[in-house]
């Protein structure tokens, strides 16, 4: 409908082919010929049968010819009357086409009124209008407002909002809209209303209405310009204990927003409410966003270090929404990354600031090469601005988010920090208020800096990752040593031949003590690479550059803090790995240098399966674990990171094609070779850094109960009792969740006899804490043994579980999906069947999260002929299913082509 497209594309399924999809393109975009000036939205809500009043201030824009329909988007409406100007419409004056409403011959300038009846008891799609756990709530990125009431449904139709909302006083005392309540009273009949009003223009898509009983935290927050602004938690009724942090989070936000880029926030009140039922993490809807309770609830018994440091990071993203997303938009939904890269971009720095820069930068690159590899090599690879798409919601993607964010995160490091602010500055000068596109936001950097970005602006349009290939030659006699590199792209759906990108690629020198050696490159000659500070710009497929005064043994560490989302490869012989690992000034490289060691020792092992023979690997990998366990100088968080093997998924992706069985027995040899190898010394760091005192959450702690958690999960693979007691000890005695679940997961994990009855006692202890279950939920299915696939069979039925749940799907049938691969990629093939099950359960219920599933379909090229074959079976069934929704058609076709 109204979004933008008259390509007449579309596609047909090929083993349903009653079913015909459209395809959106971005270069269809054409204004909306109207103007909506105010917007009055009147509830009176009820389960099965919620009335919406509309009215629309239109007017048509000058350079329309009044030919020109106004049409508007509405899916699920049951339209009761329409009216003009106050006059109803006959059947002549308008239809109802699919997925909305034309109103024809309509005058210049007008109002419309339309009342409409909804179920928000039955929207199970948690889109639009719907309840969860007996509270109203909306979702209306991204063309959720088309659930609720006709109206042109797309970021660049913005308007001033005013909600008046109805419903039973005692059910539902609160009643909350975006922005400010101007009125409220009571109605007879035990009902009452509150109306709202948003000063601020915005796209429907921020729209927001929440009613229900709550608890409520309030507190307060003074701008730097010393207004005072309210702030509000709402939660389910005896939760308020878990909030604090939240609440804390939100001030901290606040202040580094205005401290870092000189943000205040601009209304008076700031409320979030937590839902139990949501598709994704949380949304910023204008001062009322609405989350995920999984990112606001966090105590220490019930949540992690790690679940701590989410909340303040989505606390923190929405926050950060109101000026990158709200106050400047999108024009359309191809432009997505503008508002996703940038605000999460903005809320990894403000972790980083928050927490360690260091330990940061390694798990948001682990995120990258885990998850946006794959898809970037995979049938669902998109450019961070798509050009088309079946479903939108299909693109709320980690190359839309996460490569966005490095996209933005590469500005910061061309143009230094004070550049890339002055360039913010110029991109709210120009478009504060205004829906705008990814090309404004490079031309603000641009004209900002005087920069040129023409090379640059390819991040944008081309997809894949940039593979980057190294190699050095070092001259003794004139003590120089030149790098040269060569970039190339593959070819992805669409998009077989790709230009050079403009890659920053950040280096340093070490020399045979370990120390950083000074940069100095020979003066610029035709075809080198310009060298900045420690930055090498590469710009064309192959650049060489020359260092002067370098001595001899240095040792190049290239791509430090993974300056650009590309894979690098270079030559490292397993000496110089070990250096870089102990010694790299860069901590992401040395983190780098870890886990290249042990890929490279994984991949040889697996070669030596295919060869047959006893497997082993270089005593060099071993000492070197040991010294960086016992580096007094490190940090316990760094050091867990060090320690980590790399996962399947990221092994994955490092090689074209492999058996998976190898690989699994490779990575879990080459643990317990370190485990009993170095088992003593896992054994004292385990012990002094246990803390067996009053819990506490400062720095220090956290990285000691992250170092412990990975010394007791080297020691578990030794299957010994006493580490089994060590364990289970931890469990018992843990006064902190972090502790408790890692215990409870090594347990689950391991062969230790009793493990069903301890998973039985956890359950039990914590079955009203629906946030630890889904932990339990999700240990349970990513037990790597045989007998997992029937437990997680049965347990769709345990009382724990609901299909209704998002977020009890994505612990459940999302974790064996993404983080069991040894069950997932059963040989027999069973895997793969019970996902193409949940699926066809679940379709129906909850379309966006089935896509999210099917998703894990997408590598399937990448394995044996065998299993290639029989996930292609379970993409056909599950192709074949009647009515499939078009988010799953869209992933299961494409991944099919
Ligand atoms: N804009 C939100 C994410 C979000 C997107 C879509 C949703 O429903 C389909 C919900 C939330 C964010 O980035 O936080
Ligand atoms: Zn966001």
Same mark, same amino acid.
């Given at each position: 409908?109204?979004?933008?497209?008259?390509?007449?594309?579309?596609?047909?399924?090929?083993?349903?082919?009653?079913?015909?999809?459209?395809?959106?393109?971005?270069?269809?975009? %054409?204004?909306?010929?109207?103007?909506?000036?105010?917007?009055?939205?009147?509830?009176?809500?009820?389960p099965?049968?919620?009335?919406?009043?509309?009215?629309?201030?239109?007017?048509?824009?000058? !350079?329309?010819?009044?030919?020109?329909?106004?049409?508007?988007?509405?899916?699920?409406?049951?339209?009761?009357?329409?009216?003009?100007?106050?006059?109803?419409?006959?059947?002549?004056?308008?239809?109802?086409?699919?997925?909305?409403?034309?109103?024809?011959?309509?005058?210049?300038?007008?109002?419309?009124?339309?009342?409409?009846k909804?179920?928000?008891?039955?929207?199970?799609?948690?889109?639009?209008?719907?309840?969860?756990s007996?509270?109203?709530?909306?979702?209306?990125?991204?063309?959720g407002?088309?659930?609720?009431?006709?109206?042109?449904?797309?970021?660049?139709?913005?308007?001033?909002?005013?909600?008046?909302?109805? #419903?039973?006083?005692?059910v539902?005392?609160?009643?909350?809209?975006?922005?400010?309540?101007?009125?409220?009273?009571?109605?007879?009949?035990?009902?009452?209303?509150?109306?709202?009003?948003? &000063?601020?223009?915005?796209?429907?898509?921020?729209?927001?209405l929440?009613?229900?009983?709550?608890?409520?935290?309030?507190?307060?927050?003074?701008?730097?310009?010393?207004?005072?602004?309210?702030?509000?938690?709402?939660?389910?009724?005896?939760?308020?204990?878990?909030? *604090?942090h #939240?609440?804390?989070?939100? %001030?901290?936000?606040?202040?580094?927003d205005?401290?870092?880029?000189?943000?205040?926030?601009?209304?008076?009140?700031? @409320? /979030?409410?937590?839902?139990?039922?949501?598709?994704?993490?949380?949304?910023?809807?204008k001062?009322?966003?609405?989350?995920?309770?999984?990112?606001?609830?966090?105590?220490?018994?019930? #949540?992690t270090?790690?679940?701590?440091?989410?909340?303040?990071?989505?606390?923190?993203?929405?926050?950060?929404?109101?000026?990158?997303?709200?106050?400047?938009?999108?024009?359309?939904?191809?432009?997505?990354?503008? %508002?996703?890269?940038?605000?999460?971009?903005?809320?990894?720095?403000?972790?980083?600031?928050?927490?360690?820069?260091g330990?940061?930068?390694?798990?948001?690159?682990?995120? =990258?090469?885990?998850?946006?590899?794959?898809?970037d090599?995979?049938?669902? #690879? *998109?450019?961070?601005?798509?050009?088309?798409?079946?479903? @939108?919601?299909?693109?709320?993607?980690?190359?839309?988010?996460?490569?966005g964010?490095?996209? =933005?995160? @590469?500005?910061?490091?061309?143009?230094?920090?004070?550049?890339?602010?002055?360039?913010?500055?110029?991109?709210?000068?120009?478009?504060?208020?205004?829906?705008?596109?990814?090309?404004?936001?490079?031309?603000?950097?641009?004209?900002?800096?005087?920069?040129?970005?023409?090379?640059?602006?390819?991040?944008?349009?081309?997809?894949?990752?940039?593979?980057?290939?190294?190699?050095?030659?070092?001259?003794?006699?004139?003590?120089?040593?030149?790098?040269?590199?060569?970039?190339?792209?593959?070819?992805?759906?669409?998009?077989?031949?790709?230009?050079?990108?403009?890659?920053?690629?950040?280096?340093?020198? /070490?020399?045979?003590l370990?120390?950083?050696?000074?940069? %100095?490159?020979?003066?610029?000659?035709?075809?080198a690479?310009?060298?900045?500070?420690?930055?090498?710009?590469?710009?064309?497929?192959?650049?060489a550059?020359?260092?002067?005064?370098?001595p001899?043994?240095?040792? &190049?560490?290239?791509?430090?803090?993974?300056?650009?989302?590309?894979?690098?490869?270079? !030559?490292?012989?397993?000496?110089?790995?070990?250096?870089?690992?102990?010694?790299?000034?860069?901590?992401?490289?040395?983190?780098?240098?870890?886990?290249?060691?042990?890929?490279?020792?994984?991949?040889?092992?697996?070669e030596?399966?295919?060869?047959?023979?006893?497997?082993?690997?270089?005593?060099?990998?071993?000492?070197?674990?040991?010294?960086?366990?016992? $580096?007094?100088?490190?940090?316990?968080?760094?050091?867990?990171?060090?320690?980590? =093997?790399?996962?399947?998924?990221?092994?994955?992706?490092?090689?074209?094609?492999?058996?998976?069985? *190898?690989?699994?027995?490779?990575?879990?040899?080459?643990?317990?070779?370190?485990?009993?190898?170095?088992?003593?010394?896992?054994?004292?760091?385990?012990?002094?850094?246990?803390?067996?005192?009053?819990?506490?959450?400062?720095?220090?702690?956290?990285?000691?109960?992250?170092?412990?958690?990975?010394?007791?999960?080297?020691? @578990?693979?030794?299957?010994?009792?006493?580490?089994?007691?060590?364990?289970?000890?931890?469990?018992e005695?843990?006064?902190?969740?972090? !502790?408790?679940? /890692?215990a409870?997961?090594?347990?689950v *994990?391991?062969?230790?006899?009793?493990?069903?009855?301890?998973?039985? $006692?956890?359950?039990?202890?914590?079955?009203?804490?629906?946030?630890?279950?889904?932990?339990?939920?999700?240990?349970?299915?990513?037990?790597?043994?045989?007998?997992?696939?029937?437990?997680?069979?049965?347990?769709?039925?345990?009382?724990?579980?609901?299909?209704?749940?998002?977020?009890?799907?994505?612990?459940?049938?999302?974790a064996?999906?993404?983080?069991?691969?040894?069950?997932?990629?059963?040989?027999?093939g069973?895997?793969?069947?019970?996902?193409?099950?949940?699926?066809?359960?679940?379709?129906?219920?909850?379309?966006?999260?089935?896509?999210?599933?099917?998703?894990?379909?997408?590598?399937?090229?990448?394995?044996?002929?065998e299993?290639?074959?029989?996930?292609?079976q379970?993409?056909?069934?599950?192709?074949?299913?009647?009515?499939?929704?078009?988010?799953?058609?869209?992933?299961?076709?494409?991944?099919?082509?």
């Open positions: 409908m109204s979004d933008s497209s008259n390509h007449q594309d579309s596609v047909a399924s090929e083993t349903a082919p009653q079913q015909e999809v459209q395809v959106h393109y971005r270069s269809d975009y %054409k204004p909306y010929p109207y103007d909506i000036k105010d917007v009055y939205l009147a509830f009176d809500l009820a099965n049968a919620t009335i919406v009043e509309t009215t629309l201030t239109v007017q048509r824009k000058a !350079d329309i010819s009044g030919e020109e329909p106004l049409c508007l988007d509405g899916v699920d409406l049951e339209l009761l009357s329409i009216a003009i100007d106050d006059r109803e419409l006959d059947e002549s004056q308008y239809q109802l086409v699919d997925g909305g409403l034309e109103v024809l011959n309509v005058p210049e300038s007008f109002t419309l009124k339309t009342k409409v909804i179920s928000p008891d039955t929207n199970t799609s948690l889109e639009g209008l719907y309840l969860s007996g509270k109203y709530c909306t979702q209306c990125e991204a063309q407002f088309s659930k609720i009431t006709f109206y042109p449904d797309r970021p660049d139709v913005m308007s001033i909002f005013k909600v008046r909302i109805e #419903a039973e006083a005692d539902f005392p609160h009643l909350l809209s975006n922005g400010n309540r101007i009125e409220h009273g009571e109605i007879e009949g035990g009902k009452h209303f509150a109306v709202w009003e948003d &000063p601020f223009k915005k796209p429907s898509y921020l729209f927001a929440c009613a229900g009983d709550y608890d409520l935290l309030t507190s307060s927050f003074t701008t730097m310009t010393g207004r005072e602004v309210r702030l509000e938690i709402y939660v389910d009724k005896g939760k308020l204990d878990q909030c *604090h #939240a609440m804390e989070s939100l %001030k901290k936000a606040m202040k580094w205005e401290e870092v880029f000189g943000l205040e926030y601009d209304l008076d009140t700031y @409320m /979030i409410v937590a839902v139990g039922d949501f598709n994704m993490g949380a949304m910023e809807n001062g009322l966003n609405i989350f995920n309770t999984k990112y606001v609830l966090a105590s220490p018994d019930t #949540a270090d790690t679940d701590f440091i989410d909340v303040e990071a989505v606390i923190g993203h929405e926050y950060f929404h109101n000026w990158t997303g709200n106050r400047v938009t999108c024009r359309d939904w191809f432009q997505l990354s503008l %508002k996703e890269g940038l605000t999460v971009f903005r809320d990894q720095e403000f972790t980083a600031n928050q927490t360690d820069h330990v940061k930068r390694i798990e948001d690159v682990k995120v =990258i090469r885990s998850h946006q590899f794959a898809e090599a995979g049938p669902m #690879a *998109h450019p961070i601005r798509p050009d088309s798409y079946i479903e @939108m919601n299909n693109f709320y993607t980690v190359t839309v988010y996460n490569k964010a490095e996209v =933005i995160r @590469m500005y910061q490091t061309l143009l230094g920090r004070d550049g890339f602010k002055r360039g913010l500055d110029v991109y709210f000068e120009r478009h504060d208020g205004e829906a705008v596109t990814c090309e404004d936001f490079v031309r603000a950097m641009e004209d900002a800096n005087g920069y040129d970005l023409q090379q640059f602006r390819r991040w944008y349009s081309q997809a894949g990752t940039p593979e980057v290939t190294v190699s050095s030659d070092y001259d003794a006699d004139k003590r120089q040593l030149t790098l040269n590199f060569k970039q190339s792209c593959p070819a992805t759906p669409g998009q077989k031949d790709k230009e050079p990108f403009h890659i920053p690629v950040k280096v340093g020198l /070490i020399d045979t370990g120390n950083d050696i000074e940069l %100095k490159p020979v003066p610029l000659t035709q075809g690479a310009k060298v900045e500070g420690d930055i090498v710009h590469l710009k064309s497929a192959k650049q550059v020359t260092f002067d005064d370098v001899e043994g240095v040792t &190049p560490s290239i791509l430090r803090g993974f300056s650009a989302p590309v894979k690098l490869h270079y !030559d490292y012989s397993l000496k110089e790995l070990t250096f870089l690992f102990a010694h790299d000034s860069d901590s992401f490289n040395r983190w780098q240098a870890g886990q290249e060691l042990f890929s490279r020792v994984i991949f040889d092992l697996c030596q399966q295919e060869k047959g023979g006893t497997l082993r690997f270089d005593d060099s990998v071993v000492s070197a674990t040991k010294n960086l366990l016992d $580096d007094a100088s490190l940090d316990g968080q760094f050091k867990s990171l060090a320690l980590t =093997i790399p996962g399947v998924s990221t092994l994955l992706e490092q090689t074209n094609s492999i058996n998976i069985d *190898h690989l699994i027995t490779a990575r879990d040899f080459l643990k317990k070779q370190l485990a009993e190898k170095l088992e003593l010394d896992w054994l004292l760091h385990y012990q002094t850094n246990r803390h067996l005192g009053d819990y506490e959450q400062d720095k220090e702690s956290v990285s000691k109960r992250a170092l412990c958690g990975t010394c007791l999960s080297y020691l @578990m693979t030794l299957e010994k009792d006493s580490v089994y007691q060590l364990a289970l000890k931890q469990l005695t843990a006064n902190n969740m972090t !502790d408790a679940s /890692i409870l997961q090594l347990i *994990h391991s062969n230790y006899e009793q493990k069903l009855k301890v998973a039985e $006692d956890f359950y039990q202890k914590w079955q009203s804490e629906e946030l630890v279950i889904n932990k339990w939920l999700s240990i349970m299915a990513t037990d790597p043994s045989d007998e997992t696939i029937d437990r997680i069979e049965s347990l769709l039925d345990h009382p724990s579980f609901e299909l209704k749940n998002p977020n009890k799907v994505r612990s459940l049938i999302g064996f999906t993404s983080a069991n691969p040894r069950q997932f990629h059963r040989a027999d069973r895997g793969y069947e019970y996902l193409a099950r949940q699926i066809k359960s679940l379709y129906a219920i909850n379309p966006q999260v089935s896509a999210r599933l099917t998703g894990a379909f997408n590598r399937w090229r990448k394995f044996d002929s299993r290639q074959q029989k996930m292609r379970q993409l056909e069934v599950i192709l074949s299913m009647p009515e499939l929704s078009k988010d799953v058609f869209e992933i299961a076709s494409k991944a099919l082509k």
